[in-house]
């Protein structure tokens, strides 16, 4: 079983759409957890880190269940911009990613 | 600004040959990672080092090393380069202790092992 494992995808969603991604992750003692971008052909950056309350940036929402260790992503209203895979990020003493989850928003 | 810096972008290496990669981050951080990123397996951990001259083995360390003499330098060897190592390399490194914050990558070296 893989440390962090993502919704293979991928998504291709309409711009508007609300779209969700999800994760889970194997050690439950894991400390802290992100979601990351990649964009195509760069490197990973981060969008946002997840907080046991949950947290929100603008159209982006992250949640955690440690019980059930499991994460997602949500976004509303997507916008083509938002194109771009999205990878989750677990530290378990090191930074382990989920395989990513590519998502398309078309016109 | 925050800088992590790959030696090269692009390598093209014969089976056999002995390759370095190199990563050099300007931000005095403690942490720094070695990744490879391949299609529909995303990011897997090759080596960390949470300090100069210490190591940690991640998920596939098998046919690499690492070195860390200096804080700010982090290289990756492949002592007998094969072709399943044709990969996307990316490092990384991350300030502190606690890994609360921003892993900040650098721009990646694709390899091609021939």
């Known amino acids: 079983r893989k440390e962090v494992e993502q919704d293979p995808g991928p998504f291709n969603v309409p711009e508007g759409a609300t779209v969700a991604f999800n994760c889970t992750y194997s050690?439950?003692?894991?400390?802290?957890f992100f979601w990351y971008r990649q964009d195509c052909r760069k490197e990973p950056k981060l969008l946002m880190s997840?907080?046991?309350s949950g947290n929100e940036d603008g159209r982006f929402t992250a949640q955690l269940n440690r019980a059930s260790q499991y994460m997602s992503l949500l976004i509303r209203d997507s916008k083509l911009s938002d194109s771009a895979t999205y990878l989750c990020?677990?530290?378990?003493?090191?930074?382990?990613f989920g395989a990513g989850t590519r998502l398309t928003v078309k016109p | 600004d925050v800088k992590v810096t790959q030696s090269s972008r692009y390598l093209v290496k014969r089976t056999g040959e002995k390759v370095f990669l190199e990563c050099v981050q300007d931000?005095?951080?403690?942490?720094m990672f070695w990744y490879r990123q391949d299609p529909g397996l995303g990011l897997r951990l090759i080596y960390f080092s949470y300090d100069v001259k210490m190591k940690e083995k991640g998920d596939i360390p098998e046919g690499y090393s690492v070195s860390r003499e200096k804080k700010e330098r982090f290289s990756l060897i492949l002592e007998s380069a094969s072709t399943n190592q044709t990969s996307m390399y990316l490092c990384a490194s991350i300030p502190g202790q606690g890994w609360g914050g921003e892993l900040f990558f650098g721009e990646g070296s694709r390899l091609t092992v021939l």
């Open positions: 997840v907080y046991s």
């Open positions: 931000m005095d951080h403690e942490n």
């Open positions: 990020v677990v530290n378990m003493n090191d930074m382990r």
């Open positions: 050690n439950s003692a894991s400390q802290s």
